[in-house]
C-alpha cells in the first residue's frame, strides 16, 4: 500500500464528536492522520500509532503559509484555513516527504473502511481522490502540491490570490460556492492533464434536515451504522449501502460515553452504543422539532455573520468576474 497522510488542523476546544472521528480514524491502520492543535486537553486520549499529534498555536501554523506567500496573507480565525488546505503539501513538505499522497479532513466525520475506496490501483491512476474538503487526497509531487497557485484561465474559478487577500471563506480548497467563484476541483475536473477521481460514496447529510438526507443523491436514511471498521447507511432496519463517510456538517450532535470501538451508531442527534436508542432518536418528534428551532437559529445567525463579513461584495466580484483581477 502507499503511504498517506491526512492533516487536520483544529484550534480551540477539540469537539466532542472527536472521540467518534478518533475511533474510525484508528481503524483505518494504514493510513497516518496528523492533528495541529492548540487544545492540550486532546492529551488524555490514548491513540494509536496512525495518530500522529502536534501541540502548536494558531499564530505559528497561520506562519507556515505565510513563508510560502510573496504577499501579505488574510488567515485571521481558524475556520478561514480551509481556503488554504491545498497548500498543505508545499508548507508541511518535510513531515510528508516519505508519503505518496497527503489529504486533509474535518472531525464531524465518520470514516467507513477507506481501503475498500482508495485502493493501490485507484491511487496509480489519479491525482486526486476525492473532491469535498471532508475527505480529499492528493497525489504528493511538484504539480500537485503547486496545483493552487497555477494560474488558471477561467472567469468563474477562483485565484489564490484573489483567496489569500480575504478574510472570508470561499471553499477554494474544493468546489468552491458558485456564489463566490469556483475552487480547486472544478480546477481539476477541467484541467485534462489532472485526474481526479469524484466522490460518489460519501453521505453528505443535509445539515437543514432533521432525519438523515443526502446531498446530490438525496437519499434517505434512519441511522449510520459503524460496525467492524466499516460504515452502513440503514433503512427500515436493513443495511443498505456501504459509505466512505458520514459528514455531520453544522449539526450538533450528543455523545455516549465510552463508545463502543467495534460497533456504534450514528442517528440525527446522538452517537451511541445501542441501536434501539439511536431507533428511539430519529423517530423522536420532540427532537426534530428541538432541532428545526436551532437549525432556524443557526442558519439567521450564519446569515448575519456572512452579511458582517460583506458577503454580497464576493458575489458581485464572481457575478461581474472579478475573482482574477487581483496583482
Same mark, same amino acid.
Given at each position: 500500500?502507499?503511504?498517506?497522510?491526512?492533516?487536520?488542523?483544529?484550534?480551540?476546544?477539540?469537539?466532542?464528536?472527536?472521540?467518534?472521528?478518533l475511533?474510525?480514524?484508528?481503524?483505518?491502520?494504514?493510513?497516518? *492522520?496528523?492533528? =495541529?492543535? !492548540?487544545?492540550?486537553?486532546?492529551? &488524555? $486520549?490514548?491513540?494509536?500509532?496512525? +495518530?500522529?499529534?502536534?501541540? /502548536?498555536?494558531?499564530?505559528?501554523?497561520k506562519?507556515?503559509f505565510?513563508?510560502?506567500?510573496?504577499?501579505?496573507?488574510?488567515?485571521?480565525?481558524?475556520?478561514?484555513?480551509?481556503?488554504?488546505?491545498?497548500?498543505?503539501?508545499?508548507?508541511?513538505?518535510?513531515l510528508?516527504?516519505?508519503?505518496?499522497?497527503?489529504g486533509?479532513?474535518?472531525?464531524?466525520?465518520?470514516?467507513?473502511?477507506?481501503?475498500?475506496y482508495?485502493?493501490?490501483?485507484?491511487?496509480?491512476?489519479?491525482?486526486?481522490?476525492?473532491?469535498y474538503?471532508?475527505?480529499?487526497?492528493?497525489?504528493?509531487?511538484?504539480?500537485?502540491?503547486?496545483?493552487?497557485?497555477?494560474?488558471?484561465?477561467?472567469?468563474?474559478?477562483?485565484?489564490?490570490?484573489?483567496?489569500?487577500?480575504?478574510? *472570508?471563506?470561499? =471553499?477554494? !480548497?474544493?468546489?468552491?460556492?458558485? &456564489? $463566490?467563484?469556483?475552487?480547486?476541483? +472544478?480546477?481539476?475536473l477541467? /484541467?485534462?492533464?489532472?485526474?481526479?477521481?469524484?466522490?460518489?460514496?460519501?453521505?453528505?447529510?443535509?445539515?437543514?434536515?432533521?432525519?438523515?438526507?443526502?446531498?446530490v443523491?438525496?437519499?434517505?436514511?434512519?441511522?449510520?451504522?459503524?460496525?467492524?471498521?466499516?460504515?452502513?447507511?440503514?433503512?427500515?432496519?436493513?443495511?443498505?449501502?456501504?459509505?466512505?463517510?458520514?459528514?455531520?456538517?453544522?449539526?450538533?450532535?450528543?455523545?455516549?460515553?465510552?463508545?463502543?470501538?467495534?460497533?456504534?451508531?450514528?442517528?440525527?442527534?446522538?452517537?451511541?452504543?445501542?441501536?434501539?436508542?439511536?431507533?428511539?432518536?430519529?423517530?423522536?418528534?420532540?427532537?426534530k422539532?428541538?432541532?428545526?428551532?436551532?437549525?432556524?437559529?443557526?442558519?439567521w445567525?450564519? *446569515?448575519?455573520?456572512?452579511?458582517?463579513?460583506?458577503?454580497?461584495?464576493?458575489?458581485?466580484?464572481?457575478?461581474?468576474?472579478?475573482?482574477?483581477?487581483?496583482?
Amino acid at each position: 500500500m502507499k503511504k498517506i497522510a491526512i492533516i487536520i488542523p483544529y484550534f480551540g476546544k477539540i469537539p466532542p464528536i472527536f472521540e467518534a472521528w478518533l475511533i474510525s480514524a484508528e481503524s483505518n491502520k494504514n493510513i497516518d *492522520f496528523i492533528i =495541529y492543535t !492548540d487544545d492540550i486537553s486532546i492529551k &488524555k $486520549y490514548k491513540v494509536t500509532d496512525n +495518530i500522529k499529534i502536534y501541540i /502548536e498555536s494558531f499564530d505559528d501554523f497561520k506562519q507556515r503559509f505565510q513563508e510560502k506567500i510573496n504577499f501579505k496573507i488574510s488567515l485571521d480565525y481558524p475556520y478561514k484555513i480551509c481556503d488554504y488546505r491545498p497548500m498543505y503539501g508545499l508548507v508541511l513538505s518535510d513531515l510528508l516527504k516519505e508519503y505518496d499522497f497527503w489529504g486533509f479532513g474535518d472531525f464531524d466525520v465518520v470514516l467507513g473502511d477507506l481501503s475498500q475506496y482508495i485502493t493501490n490501483d485507484v491511487l496509480n491512476s489519479f491525482d486526486r481522490i476525492f473532491n469535498y474538503g471532508a475527505l480529499s487526497l492528493y497525489k504528493n509531487d511538484y504539480e500537485m502540491n503547486n496545483l493552487f497557485r497555477r494560474e488558471n484561465k477561467y472567469k468563474d474559478c477562483l485565484s489564490y490570490k484573489y483567496v489569500y487577500r480575504t478574510n *472570508f471563506s470561499l =471553499y477554494f !480548497d474544493e468546489m468552491g460556492g458558485h &456564489k $463566490y467563484g469556483y475552487g480547486q476541483s +472544478i480546477v481539476a475536473l477541467r /484541467e485534462k492533464n489532472i485526474k481526479i477521481l469524484m466522490n460518489k460514496v460519501c453521505a453528505d447529510v443535509k445539515p437543514k434536515s432533521y432525519n438523515f438526507e443526502l446531498y446530490v443523491t438525496n437519499e434517505k436514511y434512519d441511522y449510520f451504522e459503524f460496525i467492524d471498521g466499516k460504515l452502513w447507511g440503514i433503512k427500515n432496519g436493513k443495511k443498505i449501502k456501504e459509505f466512505v463517510y458520514l459528514h455531520l456538517q453544522k449539526r450538533k450532535i450528543e455523545i455516549e460515553n465510552n463508545l463502543n470501538k467495534d460497533a456504534f451508531y450514528i442517528g440525527p442527534s446522538i452517537i451511541c452504543n445501542k441501536e434501539s436508542k439511536v431507533i428511539s432518536n430519529y423517530k423522536n418528534k420532540f427532537n426534530k422539532r428541538k432541532f428545526i428551532k436551532m437549525h432556524l437559529r443557526s442558519k439567521w445567525n450564519n *446569515f448575519n455573520g456572512l452579511m458582517k463579513q460583506n458577503a454580497p461584495k464576493y458575489i458581485f466580484n464572481s457575478l461581474f468576474r472579478r475573482i482574477n483581477d487581483v496583482k
